[in-house]
């Protein structure tokens, strides 16, 4: 079976930091990018970051550049979301993704709720 298991969200003042984590079982770790995007109230669901398991290469939206970073462990088939100096407007439900082009698979987690206080 399949899962994509977020944990780390919560509620933080503005200018402070969580660590997300995304534990992924049921399919080869190393054969899919793992992304996070997150959702707002009223707003569609929007890419944060992303990360290669196979070469470590990342993405990050613009929006959080400078303030998040992705990084992978693949011996615990795991990838975090640092996120420092958060702000109001990062508040949103956070979701782990696992993506393969070459198996034409994707995969969602639950979401992990972070709410950023002013």
């Known amino acids: 079976e399949v899962q994509l298991v977020e944990s780390g969200g919560g509620l933080v003042q503005a200018g402070g930091s969580l660590r997300l984590s995304c534990a992924a079982s049921g399919f080869t770790f190393d054969d899919y990018a793992i992304g996070w995007f997150r959702q707002a109230p009223g707003k569609e669901r929007e890419g944060v970051s992303c990360?290669?398991?196979?070469?470590?290469?990342?993405y990050y939206a613009d929006s959080v550049k400078g303030r998040f970073t992705i990084s992978s462990d693949n011996a615990k088939n795991t990838v975090y979301l640092q996120m420092n100096s958060l702000k109001p407007e990062d508040t949103a439900d956070y979701y782990c993704n696992a993506n393969s082009a070459r198996a034409g698979m994707t995969y969602w987690g639950k979401g992990s709720l972070v709410t950023v206080s002013s």
């Open positions: 990360i290669s398991t196979s070469d470590g290469s990342t």
